[in-house]
């Protein structure tokens, strides 16, 4: 079964997940952005043994720590979907605009697309493309415990910024209502930001999706 622990990084306070399967201990970091030592000693603590790093999209506070992180520990980088390129190409642009440390430039190991599977020691999470905030925006759902890794596409009753390069409201809307609430209303989700929250609670209290 997936567990996870989540760590906020970067001024930012952005949610570092670490996700591992419980028979194996094998595990992921989602969204590495910074504070590199805070998440390595999870996950010392919780005995997890990072095989992966997962990026929901290439903002800095979600990958600004992946280059590092990747090289230290020579984990393969999966995921964002191929339409971040230009922000992981900005990685630099993005440290100084935003008053982070100079970000190591990387490369996926491996690009994502809508439907593609992760695998976590014996888990497996679903891949959802969900753009709108960032064009290469994907999600990671595992079904099994209803848990959804949605990065900065919803948040506990807000949802995520459309106005810098790439983004479009109408587009975000329809990967929430479309590949989000889907997955039940039952599910959890981890956003990039602030608390936890359900999809159902989300579709009844959420001003920007209420009723959707
Ligand atoms: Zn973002
Ligand atoms: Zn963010």
């Known amino acids: 079964m997936l567990r996870y622990e989540t760590i906020p990084v970067t001024p930012f306070q952005q949610n570092c997940s670490i996700v591992w399967c419980d028979q194996t201990m094998e595990g992921a970091v989602i969204d590495p952005g910074g504070d590199l030592p805070q998440i390595l000693e999870a996950a010392r603590r919780l005995g997890v043994e990072l095989k992966q790093i997962l990026l929901t999209h290439a903002h800095i506070d979600h990958a600004g720590g992946t280059g590092t992180l990747s090289r230290e520990l020579k984990l393969p980088i999966v995921g964002p979907h191929p339409a971040d390129q230009f922000w992981i190409d900005g990685l630099r642009q993005q440290a100084q605009m935003f008053g982070f440390a100079p970000a190591?430039?990387?490369?996926?190991?491996?690009?994502?697309?809508?439907?593609?599977?992760?695998?976590?020691?014996?888990?497996?999470?679903?891949?959802?493309?969900?753009?709108?905030?960032?064009?290469?925006?994907?999600?990671?759902?595992?079904?099994?415990?209803?848990?959804?890794?949605?990065?900065?596409?919803?948040?506990?009753?807000?949802?995520?910024?459309?106005?810098l390069p790439g983004g479009d409201t109408d587009t975000l809307i329809d990967s929430i209502t479309g590949r989000l609430w889907p997955m039940g209303d039952d599910t959890v989700f981890i956003p990039g930001h602030g608390p936890e929250s359900s999809f159902g609670h989300e579709r009844r209290s959420n001003p920007y999706v209420r009723g959707t």
């Open 104 to 163: 190591e430039a990387f490369t996926p190991t491996r690009w994502l697309h809508d439907g593609d599977a992760v695998q976590v020691g014996q888990c497996m999470l679903a891949v959802r493309h969900c753009p709108g905030h960032t064009p290469g925006h994907v999600v990671f759902h595992d079904a099994e415990t209803k848990r959804a890794f949605v990065g900065d596409v919803l948040f506990a009753g807000s949802v995520g910024r459309t106005d």
